[in-house]
């Protein structure tokens, strides 16, 4: 994944509210190696169970397919912002 790369998406993961999270990853504007991970959810902001659910399951599944589209082994570091 290059810089001016399109964004790909990750994946689509259903809330226990019935919404849904959308992520996508996207290559940063210069070349440091940075990417731009966006989660687009249904509804905002999320309840209490979507959140625990997120955080349980849905944060570590992304964190795997961000490794797998960038041929990466090993931990995730998160920056929120």
Not at 2 to 9: D, H, I, L, Q
Not at 67 to 78: E, M, P, Y
């Amino acid at each position: 994944m290059n810089a001016g790369s399109p964004r790909v998406k990750l994946g689509t993961w259903e809330l226990p509210s019935g919404g849904e999270l959308d992520a996508y990853l996207a290559p940063g504007p210069d070349s440091n190696g940075l990417h731009h991970l966006t989660c687009e959810w249904s509804s905002f902001p999320p309840n209490r169970a979507d959140k625990r659910y997120y955080i349980r399951y849905v944060a570590p599944a992304i964190g795997e397919r961000a490794n797998r589209q960038l041929g990466k082994a090993g931990r995730v570091l998160w920056i929120v912002t």
